[in-house]
């Protein structure tokens, strides 16, 4: 498969799995809780938060919004978080969608699991090595290899 054709058919999916994910989070909102946008957990060292992503989420990120904008990471906050909002919010990782400070945490947990079982099987699928990489490791990463 062309590498194009690889990325499409991984965005495409990825795009599925956030789409799930979405519904599940709308569909449950006492599990999943109310995020005030507040933007304190996307300061991960302040916050002790810890966000990983996977292959497919990052082939999403860089489709959507232009390898050029994948940010490396140099401290703790993460690189979107810019005053407080998301600047990727639309694209932004399972992770992102799935946590939130009054949420559920069982919720999540399940949620997270279902999530990544489907990242790694689009991973199978087209032969993407399968990473679960802490976010700053991953954008730093990237931002190396482009
Ligand atoms: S991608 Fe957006 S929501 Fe996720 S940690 Fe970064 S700023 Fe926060
Ligand atoms: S999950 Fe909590 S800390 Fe994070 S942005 Fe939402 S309200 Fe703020």
């Not at 989070?25 to 599990?31: D, F, G, K, L, W």
């Amino acid at each position: 498969m062309e590498r194009e054709e690889l990325t499409n058919h991984a965005v495409e999916k990825a795009g599925r799995v956030y789409a799930w994910l979405d519904t599940q989070i709308r569909e449950h909102p006492n599990a999943a809780g109310r995020c005030d946008a507040c933007g304190k957990c996307c300061d991960f060292e302040t916050f002790d938060h810890r966000l990983f992503v996977t292959p497919p989420e990052l082939m999403y990120l860089a489709a959507k919004s232009g390898s050029e904008n994948i940010e490396p990471m140099p401290t703790g906050r993460c690189p979107y978080n810019v005053v407080i909002a998301c600047s990727i919010y639309e694209y932004r990782f399972a992770g992102c969608r799935i946590f939130c400070c009054k949420g559920d945490k069982d919720f999540q947990s399940a949620l997270s699991e279902s999530a990544l079982e489907k990242f790694k099987a689009i991973c199978t699928e087209l032969g993407i090595p399968y990473r679960y990489s802490p976010l700053a490791d991953a954008l730093n990463g990237f931002a190396d290899i482009r």
